[in-house]
Nanobody, 116 residues
Framework: QMHLVESGGGLVQTGGSLRLSCVASGRTFRGHAVAWFRQAPGKEREFVAGIRRTGGYTHYAASVKGRFTISRDNAKNTMYLQMDSLKPEDTAVYYC?????????WGQGTQVTVSS
């Protein structure tokens, strides 16, 4: 069983930055790809960024590419999402995700609000 806990969300002005963290417990996520998703009010949950198990390959949604950076620290069982140049349309609940042994694991989410 895997338990994920996000933190780092908050209220920020347009153009500001936030760094989200997601700590995994219960099992190591060393051998698995991990990702961040987000869900805005009235919209479906969408992919934001993903990173391979070794951290050597990352991919991003077009809407955040060049502004967001995903990373991981396998020794700490933690993943991060550095968000820069934030826009009001980035406002959403952000979730970390791991697919492990055909099971989807999600955190409880952390709210990010970008004011205009």
């Amino acid at each position: 069983q895997m338990h994920l806990v996000e933190s780092g969300g908050g209220l920020v002005q347009t153009g500001g930055s936030l760094r989200l963290s997601c700590v995994a417990s219960g099992r190591t996520f060393r051998g698995h790809a991990v990702a961040w998703f987000r869900q805005a009010p009235g919209k479906e949950r969408e992919f934001v960024a993903g990173i391979r198990r070794t951290g050597g390959y990352t991919h991003y949604a077009a809407s955040v590419k060049g502004r967001f950076t995903i990373s991981r620290d396998n020794a700490k069982n933690t993943m991060y999402l550095q968000m820069d140049s934030l826009k009001p349309e980035d406002t959403a609940v952000y979730y970390c995700h791991i697919l492990m042994n055909y099971n989807n694991y999600w955190g409880q989410g952390t709210q990010v609000t970008v004011s205009s």
